[in-house]
Antibody
């Protein structure tokens, strides 16, 4: 069974740091690009960051550039999100999502993990 | 650019629900759709404009024309009550619509 399990969410003060982890199983991890998507309380989905199969290409939404760093360890089947200088507006569920296993453009994100909650509050 | 979705749509059980997404030329890009039930993670229900992943009922279909894409749910069931998000690719990055809450009456 293909599975993604996030961990690392916690309550942190503004300006603090957290490292989220996503452990993958059930598929050949280094065949796929990986993504982090967040959802603030009562809000919609917002893509945060992505990393290609070998870690050579990383992308970020503008609001986290310079503060968040995505990385992966293919030997451990894991992807990470290092979050520094956290802000109240970073409060959200953070989901790990894999690119879909289909050929061609227009693929979706599938599957998604269950998410981990990050709360930034003083 | 922003992907625009109506905040809410209501449909009577057994009828067809239509959820729209606008803001880009869908002739130039693929669209995907996700379902998110309360307290759960999003689930992909449509990819490459019109295809259904395995396990997604045939009741779910999609179409697009010009700057509007539509997710249709035929014979809507109570279990279809959820938030639905459209998504396109902005280069290598996914971009989501604001989401539509589907209420089944």
């Amino acid at each position: 069974e293909v599975q993604l399990v996030e961990s690392g969410g916690s309550v942190v003060r503004p300006g603090g740091s957290l490292r989220l982890s996503c452990a993958a199983s059930g598929f050949t991890f280094d065949d796929f690009d990986m993504n982090w998507v967040r959802q603030g309380p009562g809000k919609g989905l917002e893509w945060v960051s992505s990393i290609n199969w070998n870690g050579g290409i990383t992308e970020y939404v503008d609001s986290v550039k310079g503060r968040f760093t995505i990385s992966r360890d293919n030997a451990k089947n894991s992807v990470y999100l290092q979050m520094n200088n956290l802000r109240v507006e970073d409060t959200a569920f953070y989901y790990c999502a894999r690119e879909q296993e289909v050929a061609g453009n227009g693929k979706g994100l599938d599957p998604w993990g269950r998410g981990t909650l990050v709360t930034v509050s003083s | 650019y922003a992907l625009t979705q109506a905040p809410s749509v209501s449909v009577s059980e057994g009828q067809t629900a239509s959820i729209a997404c606008s803001g880009v030329d869908f002739g130039e890009t693929f669209v995907c759709w996700y379902q998110q039930k309360a307290g759960q993670s999003p689930v992909l229900v449509i990819y490459q404009d019109v295809k259904r992943p395995s396990g997604i009922p045939e009741r779910f279909s999609a179409s697009s024309s010009g700057t509007t894409a539509i997710l249709s749910i035929r014979g809507t069931q109570i279990t279809d009550e959820a938030d639905y998000y459209c998504q396109v690719w902005d280069g290598r990055n996914p971009r989501f619509g604001g989401g539509t809450r589907l209420t089944v009456l």
